[in-house]
Structure formats: structure tokens, C-alpha cells
């Protein structure tokens, strides 16, 4: 920790408030760098109304800036069996995010992160492959629970959902598809599939900046930079608001 404090102090970094969520275990967590000449209003960390304290896992850091909310979260994983902390987890927090994105605001959202989902066969590199897949062969009983975490009908199906149910002030437009409708995941992957995939150069975006639609007109650039990209992580994003 004192290597990471000393870190976020250091140039480009000591130009940036930071604010942290942490996992009480294992490896969850977010945090959110913000320039120092730009100061939310108000930071929470929870989806509830009003917020309540941290999510368990730090998966959730919503500011309020004057004209915009941005919303940081890391989405759990779906997994690959029907057990209370796989497919049922998901489909908890994907309602959650629905109730959230549905409720009143008169401000557009910005919704980012790691949300661990490829929303169309132009978001994977192997469409087949991601939807086939299995784990130790096991089937789940529901055919559209089938295939790679983040690939599955039912995950694919629920995000689409939240995506055109923000209607107040407009869906939210998947900003790297916004400006990269044609491009495949030569240019566009933020992860590799399991094991055997990741060396056969399977990959997937599942990392994403969606922002209302009324802001999709001030959308500057949306870049997927993979892995190895030094300060600008997987995704790079700039928009006026």
C-alpha cells in the first residue's frame, strides 16, 4: 500500500484526486482519478437511494459532477454454474443497475468500468467459440445461460435491456461503438477468453464507457489500448460534458 500511495503522488498521477472502494477480501475493488480542476459535487459508493456505506466488494463509485454523473463499477463476473454465487449474483446486480439507470435524474449518466460483458458478436473475436464454451463440460440447464461468462444469451439480453431503458434522457450509447461501428477485435479487445482461448488469440471487450444520448454528440475519442499500455489502462476515453 505504500508503494501504491507513493505511486498515485507522483507525476501524472499528483495532479488527480483519487477515491478508492475496496473488497473487504479478495480482489474486487474501483477507484476513480479525477483532475484536480475538476471537483464532483458529490462522491458515493453504493447504488442505493441515498447511498449507504461501500458495496462489499468496492464495485461501485458514483460522482456528481455539475451536468453529469459518472458511474464506476466493476461487474461480478457471471460464472459458469447456476449457484447462488454465480448466475444468480449476476442477474441480482443487473437489476440493480436497471433500477438505478431508471431512476428520475435530470442529469445524463456516464456509465464505466470493467462490466464484464461482450454485448454483440462484433464485441468477440470467435462468436462461436465464446458461445459454445464450457466448463469442464458441464451444461447449465437454461440454454440461454450457455457459453463464456460475459458471452451468454441471458447476460448479452439483460444489458441491452439497461442500455434502452434509460429513456429519461435518452438510451445509453456504447461509446466505442458509437465511433468504431466497423471495427473487429483486432482493434477492440479488452480481455482474453480462458486458458486454452487466450493462446489461441481469442479475445473479448468487455470494458466500456456507455454515456447518455443526449452527450453522444460530445463524445471526442473512445480507445481499447489492451494490455501494456503505460497510464492510460485498457480504456481511454474523452468527452465533453
Known amino acids: 500500500m505504500q508503494i501504491l ?20 477480501t479478495k480482489y474486487a475493488g474501483t477507484a476513480l482519478f479525477v483532475k484536480k480542476c475538476f471537483q464532483p459535487k458529490k462522491v458515493s459508493f453504493s447504488l442505493d437511494r441515498p447511498a449507504s456505506k461501500h458495496e462489499p466488494d468496492g464495485r461501485v463509485i458514483l460522482a456528481e459532477f455539475e451536468s453529469f454523473r459518472l458511474l464506476n ?14 448466475f444468480q449474483r449476476r442477474r441480482k446486480w443487473d437489476k440493480r443497475i436497471l433500477e438505478f439507470v431508471l431512476q428520475s435524474s435530470d442529469k445524463p449518466l456516464i456509465w464505466c468500468g470493467d462490466l464484464n460483458v461482450s454485448h454483440q458478436e462484433i464485441d468477440v473475436s470467435h462468436p462461436d467459440f465464446f458461445s459454445n ?7 447449465p440447464p437454461n440454454k440461454e445461460d450457455y457459453g463464456q461468462p460475459g458471452f451468454t444469451l441471458a447476460e448479452r439480453k439483460r444489458f441491452g435491456t439497461i ?8 438510451k445509453l450509447i456504447d ?6 461501428t466497423d ?9 482474453s477468453g480462458n486458458p486454452i482461448g487466450k493462446h489461441r488469440g481469442k479475445k473479448m471487450r468487455i470494458d466500456y464507457f456507455t454515456v447518455s444520448e443526449k452527450l453522444k454528440d460530445r463524445i471526442v475519442a473512445c480507445e481499447m489500448h489492451g494490455h501494456g499500455i503505460e497510464l492510460e489502462g485498457p480504456v481511454l476515453s474523452f468527452t465533453h460534458a
Open 163 to 170: 442500455l434502452k431503458e434509460c429513456v429519461r434522457l435518452g
Open 5 to 24: 500511495m507513493r505511486a498515485i503522488s507522483s507525476p501524472p498521477f499528483g495532479n488527480y484526486h483519487v477515491w478508492w472502494s475496496l473488497a473487504d
Open 175 to 180: 461509446a466505442y461503438r458509437f465511433l468504431h
Open 73 to 86: 463499477t466493476y461487474v461480478p463476473n457471471n460464472g459458469w454454474k447456476d449457484e447462488e454465487t454465480s
Open 183 to 191: 471495427k473487429d477485435m483486432n482493434c477492440g479487445f479488452s480481455w
Open 133 to 139: 464454451a464450457k466448463l469442464n463440460g458441464y451444461t
